[in-house]
T-cell receptor, first 114, second 113 residues
Framework: EAQVTQNPRYLITVTGKKLTVTCSQN?????MSWYRQDPGLGLRQIYYSMNVEVTDKGDVPEGYKVSRKEKRNFPLILESPSPNQTSLYFC?????????????FGPGTRLLVL | QKEVEQNSGPLSVPEGAIASLNCTYSDRGSQSFFWYRQYSGKSPELIMF??SNGDKEDGRFTAQLNKASQYVSLLIRDSQPSDSATYLCAVRDNAGNNRKLIWGLGTSLAVNP
C-alpha cells in the first residue's frame, strides 16, 4: 500500500530534550516536506527536500533540522524543543509535474513540549 | 505576500443539499489549485486539483476555476454527513524550485442529517 508513515504519532516531552520525528514514504517520491499546523495559522512549511541530500528552508524553519540521506526517509529533528513548538506535524511527499502536483500526507504527529 | 483566503465557516447545509466552498488567491501567476479535505485530528487528503479555467467534475465534487477573478470553488452535490470536515484550498507557488503549496485556513463544513 502506498503510504507516508510518521513516528511517533503522539509525543510529550520537556523543554530542551532532543527529539526526532521520523517520516518514510514507499512511493519513490523525490519531493518531501514537513509542515506544522496550528489553530488560526493553518499549514506552514518547515523544511522541504527536492531529492537525496538536497534540503532547504520553508517558511518556519527556526528550531528545526532535517536530513535526507535516503530517498524514502526525511526525519525532522528538534535539537532543543521549546513550548512554542507544541503543534501537529505532518510529513508529505509528492509526485507529478509542475501542474499536477499531488501531495500525500502522513498521519501526523501531535507534539506537546512542556 | 502570497495569500489564499477562505471563509472559516462553519458552513452548515442539510443532507442532500449542495455545499459551495469558495477560495480566492492573490498570485495572478498561479497555475495549479487544489482542494483537500481534513477530518478533525487527521491528515489532509486530496479531493481534486484543477489548472484550467472552467469546471472539473469528479463524482459528487465539482471544482470551478476563474483565473481572471482569481477565484476557485468546490461544489459538493448531494451532501452527506460524512462530508462534514474542514476543506482546505491550496495554490501551487511557482516561485523557485520549491513545490510549495500555499494554504488557506480552511472552511469548516457541517452536513446536518
Amino acid at each position: 500500500e502506498a503510504q507516508v508513515t510518521q513516528n511517533p504519532r503522539y509525543l510529550i516531552t520537556v523543554t530542551g530534550k532532543k527529539l526526532t520525528v521520523t517520516c518514510s514514504q514507499n512511493m519513490n517520491h523525490e519531493y518531501m516536506s514537513w509542515y506544522r499546523q496550528d489553530p488560526g495559522l493553518g499549514l506552514r512549511q518547515i523544511y522541504y527536500s527536492m531529492n537525496v541530500e538536497v534540503t532547504d528552508k520553508g517558511d518556519v524553519p527556526e528550531g528545526y533540522k532535517v536530513s535526507r540521506k535516503e530517498k524514502r526517509n526525511f526525519p525532522l529533528i528538534l535539537e532543543s524543543p521549546s513550548p512554542n513548538q507544541t503543534s501537529l506535524y505532518f510529513c508529505a511527499s509528492s509526485v507529478g509535474g509542475r501542474r499536477q502536483e499531488t501531495q500525500y500526507f502522513g498521519p501526523g504527529t501531535r507534539l506537546l513540549v512542556l | 505576500q502570497k495569500e489564499v483566503e477562505q471563509n472559516s465557516g462553519p458552513l452548515s447545509v442539510p443532507e442532500g443539499a449542495i455545499a459551495s466552498l469558495n477560495c480566492t488567491y492573490s498570485d495572478r501567476g498561479s497555475q495549479s489549485f487544489f482542494w483537500y479535505r481534513q477530518y478533525s485530528g487527521k491528515s489532509p487528503e486530496l479531493i481534486m486539483f484543477i489548472y484550467s479555467n472552467g469546471d472539473k467534475e469528479d463524482g459528487r465534487f465539482t471544482a470551478q476555476l476563474n483565473k481572471a477573478s482569481q477565484y476557485v470553488s468546490l461544489l459538493i452535490r448531494d451532501s452527506q454527513p460524512s462530508d462534514s470536515a474542514t476543506y482546505l484550498c491550496a495554490v501551487r507557488d511557482n516561485a523557485g524550485n520549491n513545490r510549495k503549496l500555499i494554504w488557506g485556513l480552511g472552511t469548516s463544513l457541517a452536513v446536518n442529517p
